[in-house]
């Protein structure tokens, strides 16, 4: 099938990708010039492990290009996939002004019938007004089909996520759009869950509601768990191993970040006010995560006291690992209050480089984690980038100031570093 996706951003490069090694010709449209051009020179511009290997293969095979070539995209192309941001607006509804364009740029070349797949994450009830948007911005009079299908890919693991999802979800009132989008992912061995547009819709925005109510659940836990001398990480083990709660989403720590979660909760708890069904819960969920950064240098400030002129060194700036985005990093209140409250900032990432206003800000950072350990008062991990676990920490004890780890993802072992004469602490995690 002769597939377009507008906006090849983390998204739509990786299913562009992932639908061409599916044997789809495929093309993927941008106006971002610049990430354009390094596509067609084949150089994927993010972080994602393993979606560089799979673009070479696919462009070598032919079955994959890329433009900023509006019309000739939709021109050429029958299934059109819509892939551009939902960002926030100031006050938590979604800015569908991607959206909007892209429909409007469909309608406007649009020159036959098409099939419209929205992925992006869009609000209750905006897939359906897609159809109006292409049909009110052309000439073109040839029916346009409309269809929702959710991506719930995540950011670090994207590729085997794409290719081997839990399920596919495809919303649509059209029976052609539906078998077409089956027919699309003919070679994915799950389930598929055919639904209306808004079904398809209210799925992906309460999904991401409920993982981030298991984050912030064990999270409130592992402060009871402070408290009152219990281990998280063996309570998320023993609740995990029951089937109906499921291991996953239940390591507490620093809270949730990403370009995910909190816009989507945003974006939920905006619609469910607009419709006087607050979702309280989903409130409260957001409210316990917000919390946690400060939970964390609450910790340090006890036990390093005034941060004024000490040295703090924050290891991970990405808001996960096997990913280079900080999109609503929690790193990034963290170095915020260390800077208000005067402490001396080096931080370090395998992947990410400081943006230039913390430059400007006196934040430091060093490819060496030691150089960046080094006469450190505290330490403050905030990613748990396997390389951290890797560190010798023996060394580390050797070359810090005063030995103290706070772990804000509970991913060290808390033991062995206790014998090494570390202050160690994590959260619910004594
Ligand atoms: N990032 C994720 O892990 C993830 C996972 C599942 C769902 N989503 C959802 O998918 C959508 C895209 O997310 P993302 O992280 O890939 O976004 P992104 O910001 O990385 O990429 C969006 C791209 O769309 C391009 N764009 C904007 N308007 C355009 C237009 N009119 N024509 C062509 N290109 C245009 C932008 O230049 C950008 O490159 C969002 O709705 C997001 O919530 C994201
Ligand atoms: O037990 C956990 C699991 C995750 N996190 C944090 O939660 C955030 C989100 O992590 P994750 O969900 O793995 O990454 P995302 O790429 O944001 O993916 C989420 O958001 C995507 C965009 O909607 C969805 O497609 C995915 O299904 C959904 O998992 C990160 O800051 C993690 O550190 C925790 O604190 N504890």
């Keep these: 099938m002769k597939i377009l996706l507008i906006g090849q951003g983390y998204v739509g490069t990786t299913?562009?990708?992932?639908?061409?090694?599916?044997?789809?010709?495929?093309?993927?449209?941008?106006?971002?010039?610049d990430k354009i051009a390094s596509l067609q020179k084949g150089k994927l511009y993010f972080y994602e492990p393993g979606v560089q290997k799979m673009l070479d293969k696919q462009l070598e095979a032919n079955r994959l290009q890329f433009t900023t070539d509006a019309r000739q995209a939709v021109v050429n192309n029958d299934i059109l996939f819509i892939t551009v941001g939902t960002?926030?607006?100031?006050?938590?509804n979604a800015d569908l002004t991607y959206i909007k364009n892209a429909a409007k740029m469909i309608g406007q070349y649009k020159n036959?019938?098409?099939?419209?797949?929205?992925?992006?994450?869009?609000p209750v009830g905006t897939t359906e007004k897609v159809k109006d948007w292409v049909m009110e911005a052309g000439e073109d009079t040839a029916p346009v089909e409309v269809a929702m299908n959710p991506e719930f890919?995540?950011?670090?693991?994207?590729?085997?996520?794409?290719?081997?999802?839990d399920r596919i979800v495809i919303g649509s009132h059209s029976d052609e759009a539906l078998e077409t989008i089956h027919q699309l992912y003919q070679q994915w061995n799950c389930p598929f869950i055919k639904t209306t547009p808004r079904g398809a819709e209210m799925i992906k925005y309460a999904s991401n509601g409920f993982l981030a109510t298991k984050i912030s659940f064990i999270n409130e836990i592992a402060m009871l768990c402070d408290k009152l001398e219990v281990n998280v990480r063996d309570v998320s083990k023993g609740m995990g191993l029951?089937?109906?709660?499921?291991?996953?989403?239940?390591?507490?720590?620093?809270?949730?970040?990403?370009?995910?979660?909190?816009?989507d909760i945003k974006e939920f708890l905006w619609t469910a006010n607009t419709n006087q069904i607050p979702l309280s819960i989903l409130s409260k969920v957001e409210q316990v995560n917000h919390h946690q950064p400060d939970y964390l240098l609450d910790k340090v400030?006890?036990?390093?006291?005034?941060?004024?002129?000490?040295?703090?060194?924050?290891?991970?700036?990405?808001?996960?690992?096997?990913?280079?985005?900080?999109?609503?990093?929690?790193?990034?209140?963290i170095i915020q209050q260390l800077l208000e409250e005067k402490a001396i900032v080096t931080v370090h990432d395998p992947v990410v480089n400081l943006e230039?206003?913390?430059?400007?800000?006196?934040?430091l950072q060093n490819n060496d984690p030691y150089q960046v350990i080094k006469e450190s008062d505290a330490i403050i991990i905030c990613t748990n980038w396997p390389q951290y676990e890797a560190l010798d920490w023996k060394k580390v004890r050797k070359i810090v100031r005063h030995p103290a780890i706070f772990?804000?993802?509970?991913?060290?072992?808390?033991?062995?570093l206790s014998e090494l004469r570390f202050h160690y602490e994590g959260i619910g995690y004594p």
Excluded at 87 to 92: C, E, Q, V, Y
Excluded at 112 to 122: A, D, G, H
Excluded at 356 to 363: H, P, S, T, Y
Aim: net charge positive; proline share 5%; glycine share 12%.
């Design 15 to 33: 299913m562009a990708v992932v639908l061409a090694n599916a044997g789809h010709e495929v093309t993927g449209l941008d106006i971002d010039h």
């Design 87 to 92: 960002p926030s607006l100031s006050n938590g």
């Design 112 to 122: 036959k019938k098409k099939i419209i797949v929205v992925k992006s994450t869009v």
């Design 153 to 165: 890919l995540r950011e670090g693991n994207a590729l085997q996520d794409a290719l081997y999802p």
């Design 242 to 263: 029951d089937k109906r709660i499921g291991p996953s989403f239940l390591e507490a720590g620093l809270g949730y970040g990403g370009s995910c979660f909190p816009k």
């Design 301 to 333: 400030k006890k036990q390093v006291g005034s941060l004024t002129g000490k040295n703090v060194a924050v290891l991970g700036l990405a808001f996960k690992p096997h990913t280079d985005d900080t999109r609503e990093s929690v790193s990034i209140p």
């Design 356 to 363: 230039a206003n913390w430059i400007e800000k006196g934040v």
């Design 407 to 416: 772990d804000g993802r509970n991913m060290l072992n808390a033991e062995q």
